[in-house]
Structure formats: C-alpha cells, structure tokens
C-alpha cells in the first residue's frame, strides 16, 4: 500500500510540474480533460471519458496521457491519433482500395476524417490522385511501410 501512496504521489507531483511548465499554451486541458482525452485511454476509449480515464491510468500510472496532453494538447482530440493508428495498421489494405478506388477501409478512412457521405466522394477521389502522384515518385517502393503511411497521413491532412 506504501508502495501505491508513493507512486501516486510521485505521479501527481510530475504531473504539478509539468501543468505549471506548460501553463502558457494556447490550449490548456485540466487533468480531468487530459485523462479522458490524450494518450493510450484516449485513443481506445474516445467517446466514454471514463474508460479513457481508468485505461490510462491502469496502463502507465497516466504518463503517457499527461505527456501528450500537456505537450500537444492540441492533438489529444478529434481522432488525429486514432487516423495515424489506423493508416498504419491497416497500410496495405488502404494501398490496396486506393488502387481499386472504394473498399471498406476507405470508408472507414473517410469517417476517421470526420467526412460526410456527400463529401466522402471527392476526399476519396483526391486521396487517389495524390497518392498516384507519390506512387509513381521513383523511391516509393524503398519506403517503409512507417514512411507510406506518413505519407498517405500527410495527403490526408493536405485535404482537410
């Protein structure tokens, strides 16, 4: 129990440090804010702050989350995380529906992009014709796989 005590105390004055270097940012989240929204809780459990808030916390005594969020707030919400995540993890299915031109993967990365289904069409048809422009580029195929999902992340992020 001693052990627990300390931690949590030695969290809770890292975290006090960090709030009060951090305390002119443009955006500040409270902790409350920071464990609901930003690191491992965040990206598993967007839409049920509790969850986010206990997986946090359970993961890595809320390190990640109150890093994340006190250093880049703004990318703790609105999914940014969560699309980089999913680009990544799924690279060679969305390769693969970008060649063909609709799949379930591209929806996905549509809805991941906060697109509606009127603008689902167009992001998908200029994610296309970027994506060929780098394709034919002549180092693509030496890429890694983390270097072509940046890559596919960076068009997105173009479009927006």
């Given amino acids: ?62 390190s990640t989350a109150s890093t994340s969020g006190l250093t880049t707030p703004d990318a703790c919400k609105g999914g940014k995380a969560k ?13 693969k529906d970008l060649a063909k031109g609709d799949g379930k993967y591209l929806d996905l990365l549509a809805l ?9 069409e167009m992001f998908i048809r200029d994610i296309r014709a970027k994506f060929q422009e780098v394709v034919e580029m002549g180092d693509y195929s030496s890429l890694s796989r983390l270097e072509k999902a940046k890559l596919v992340y960076s068009i997105i992020q173009d479009l927006a």
């Fill in 112 to 120: 991941l992009s906060e697109k509606t289904t009127e603008e689902k």
């Fill in 1 to 62: 129990m001693k052990k627990i005590f300390t931690a949590l105390f030695f969290a809770g004055a890292m975290i006090a440090v960090a709030s009060s270097s951090y305390a002119g940012e443009t955006e500040t989240k409270d902790m409350q804010q920071i464990y609901e929204e930003c690191g491992i809780g965040g990206l598993l459990f967007p839409s049920w702050p509790i969850g986010a808030s206990v997986s946090n916390f359970t993961w890595d005594w809320g």
């Fill in 83 to 95: 699309l980089a995540a999913y680009i990544y993890k799924s690279y060679d299915s969305i390769e």
